[in-house]
Every structure is written in C-alpha cells, then in structure tokens.
C-alpha cells in the first residue's frame, strides 16, 4: 500500500476539498451511527416501558468508557502518526500504530473483567433502581463484559486507519458495525428472544455489529500489509518504547474528556433519578436527540486532525491556519441550525421515541436548555481538535477538565439546589460557554505565533 495518494490529499488539495475527503466520510459514520443510537432507544421505546429507556440511559456513561480507551490510544497514535508522516518519519509511525493496537486490546480485556466484578454495585451507583435494575445487569453483561475487545477495537481501528488519510476505509467499517446493529436490532429483541428481554437483546445485537467491523478492520488491514505503517506485529511496538508515552500523553485528554463527559452523565442521571425514572428516561432521550449536533461535529473535527497535524509537522502553517478557519465556520453553521431544529421541534422529536405523555414532557423541557449548548461545544470540539493534532497536550488537557468535570458536575449540584431537575442540565450550556472562552484564548496567542514563523520563513 503506498502513501502517495494520502500525501497528496494532505499537502496539496483545496482546502475545501481535502476537508471534504477526510471529515464527510467521518460524519457520514456519525450519522449513521447516531441512527443505530436511535434505533436502541426508538425499538426499547416501543415498549413503552420507561424503566427499560432508563436502563439504556444510565448504562451509556459507563459503555461509552470503551470509546475513551478508544481514544487514548486512537487519538494519541493518529496525532503521532500524521505529524510522523509530515516529518517524513514512516518508522516512527509504524511504532505508533502498533502500540495502539496491543494497548487497545490489554485495556479491553482489563475493563470487562472491572465490569465483570463490580456491576451489581455499578448498576445503582450509576443512576439505577430497583425498576431498572435486571435490564442494566443484562445489558451490561452482553456490551461491556463479552463485547468490550470488539467494542474498543472498532473505534480504534478507525482512528488508526483515517490517520494516514484513508477516512473512506476507516468510515466503511464503523458504519458497517453500524448499519449492523440496526438490521441486527430488531431480530433479537422481538424475534429471537421473549417478551421482556428487548434491553437483552440490543446489548446482543450491539456486541455482535462491534464485532462484524472489527472483523472488516482485520480484512483490511491484512490486504494492506505492504503498507509501511499498518502492522500488528507486536515487536514493532518495542522498537522505541519512548513513543508510547508521547502516543499515551497526547491521548490522554482525549480519553480523560469522553470519561468526564460519562461521569458528568452519571451525575445527571443519579441527581434526575430523585425525580422518577420518568424523568432520567425524558433526559435520556433528549441527550440522545443532542447527540446528532454533538457527533456530527466531532466527526468533522476529528477528521480533519491528521490533516492539522501533517501540516503542522510540515510548517505549513498558514494551510493550517485556513483548514482550522474553514472547519469552525462548518462546525458553527450546522450547531446553529440544529438548536433551531430541535427548540421549533421538540415534542416531535421527543415522542419519537416515547408515546407517554409525561415523559415526553420531561424530554421537552430538557431538550430547550441542553441544545443551547450545541454552538458552544463546536468551538470547544474545534480547538481542541487542534491542539491534540499539534502535540500541544497540556492545553487539550486543561479544556478537556474544564469542559466536563471541573465546571459542570459542581453546576448541576447548584443549580439543582435552585431550578430542581433543570438546573441540572443548566450545566452544560454555562459549562461549554465557559470552556469556549478559554478555548479561543489558548488558540488565538498560539496560531499568531505560528503564522508570524510561517511568514519569517
């Protein structure tokens, strides 16, 4: 496999052009992967069973922590991997690839078993009860016990291939689990198995998809074996054991920011739950319905990362400068759009899911304060993007605390203390406001300093 074709793409592509060929396949699996979300929840919903949708909800904090590892090592190895191959450093990226590959599969198989031995206490220190407490176990046991390894492997299959510039390969495969999951949905929760076990049987048809595109991943990569970066041979790892902390630092905030983003929904969800499960099941479903801005725009950003950073080993700082300014401006655009879409219509959306009325009621009120921090995220998601693509990890460590952790957790328990079961979602729009503050203030000093060089050259 040669990398002529992806350099090309990086170095001398419009703008426009090079953004579309990484970041629209990206968000394509975005969409798509949203609608499996949907599917979960829209097929439980069928039930009408608020208790289930609940379930659902307060498992997604902990089975998103798959995604973090993900992460730590996807975004960590592909930061690596593009700024190597702008340095023209093919060896050091080889390295990179294969210590996110063992490092994901030992982390999977370490959480399962942390699953495997703490999930009675997890199910109620996460937000369950007595109602809702068989479907969590169930659905623990089938996503994050049997299918951890495929579920990490999946995204961060993905993350390691779109880091050479093939986002159109990686983007088949994550959508591939996807669209499985939506065919595999129905099947096992209405067909295979009895009434009662819906929840069981989307945590099967769950693990099975993550498993169908880890497999395409394997396919793929053992096509591509002449390719001088993709290996899964774990000696190649060992080469220069220096570049795992350098994968490990820069992935870090990435991995930290999906886990605080889950910690903070834990919070929600166990502050909401003294307001019934039909209340946990109405934020649940209007955090599901936010996902479609959120993931979309983390799509665009994340792929357009190998990008940034390619340019930004090569010195060509003004191209980067322009990418960044070209993809904030999409980012924007769209985030506004979609809180107009969904405060004009959100009881349409709500019931989409849900025909109870009172739940559909808790939905709307949390869906017209959680939008309202859309437009924010898509600055804070852009400049992060950046300084993960650059190296630069203490700042994307800073924001990444910032944003969820430090700020919205202590906002939900004061603002719960005044507004009750909205002020707890009232965090997250003053949280991302907040964090888009900073994020422009360590961006802006660090791009001028940067095209100051660029012009000195």
């Not at 350099?7 to 798509?32: C, D, G, H, M, R």
Request: charged share 15%; with cysteine; net charge positive.
């Amino acid at each position: 496999m040669s990398l002529r074709k992806e350099i090309e793409l990086f170095e001398n592509y419009s703008i426009p052009k090079a953004v579309a060929a990484l970041a629209v396949p990206t968000v394509i699996t975005q969409i798509i992967t949203i609608i499996y979300n949907f599917a979960d929840t829209w097929f439980v919903g069928l039930t009408n069973n608020s208790a289930a949708i609940a379930a659902l909800s307060v498992c997604m904090p902990i089975y998103v922590l798959m995604a973090a590892i993900a992460n730590l090592f996807g975004v960590g190895a592909s930061s690596v991997i593009s700024r190597s191959l702008g340095a023209k450093k093919t060896d050091k990226a080889r390295i990179a690839f294969s210590f996110a590959f063992w490092g994901g599969i030992a982390t999977s198989i370490v959480y399962s078993i942390i699953i495997l031995l703490t999930r009675d206490q997890l199910a109620y220190l996460i937000g369950g009860d007595v109602d809702s407490f068989d479907y969590i176990q169930k659905y623990m046991f089938w996503t994050m016990i049997v299918g951890s390894f495929p579920t990490v492997m999946n995204p961060l299959f993905g993350h390691l291939i779109r880091s050479v510039g093939a986002s159109k390969q990686a983007s088949f495969g994550m959508s591939l689990g996807a669209l499985s999951n939506i065919v595999l949905d129905p099947i096992f929760m209405f067909v295979l198995l009895p009434k009662g076990h819906e929840v069981e049987g989307a945590a099967i048809a769950t693990a099975l998809s993550n498993t169908i595109a880890t497999a395409y991943f394997f396919m793929y990569l053992q096509k591509a074996k002449n390719s001088p970066v993709f290996t899964l041979h774990p000696v190649h790892a060992m080469e220069e054991p220096s570049v795992w902390s350098e994968v490990l630092s820069i992935g870090f905030p990435a991995a930290l920011s999906t886990s605080l983003a889950m910690l903070s929904n834990i919070f929600a969800n166990s502050l909401v739950s003294d307001f019934g499960s039909k209340a946990v099941a109405g934020m649940g479903i209007a955090k599901k319905i936010n996902t479609l801005a959120f993931n979309i725009t983390m799509g665009l950003t994340q792929g357009v990362l190998p990008l940034i950073g390619y340019n930004y080993a090569a010195k060509k700082y003004k191209r980067m400068k322009d990418i960044i300014s070209f993809t904030l401006t999409i980012a924007l655009s769209f985030t506004c759009f979609c809180v107009l879409l969904f405060v004009l219509n959100k009881e349409a959306l709500v019931s989409f899911f849900i025909k109870d009325a009172e739940t559909i009621y808790e939905g709307k009120r949390f869906l017209n304060v959680i939008a309202l921090g859309v437009p924010l995220c898509a600055i804070t998601y852009t400049m992060n993007t950046v300084f993960q693509a650059t190296g630069q990890r203490t700042k994307a460590f800073v924001l990444s605390i910032l944003r969820k952790g430090f700020l919205d957790i202590p906002l939900m328990f004061v603002f719960k203390f005044f507004f009750e079961r909205i002020g707890v979602v009232m965090a997250t729009p003053v949280a991302e406001g907040i964090s888009a503050v900073l994020a422009f203030a360590l961006f802006i000093p660090m791009i001028k300093r940067l095209i100051q060089s660029d012009d000195e050259l």
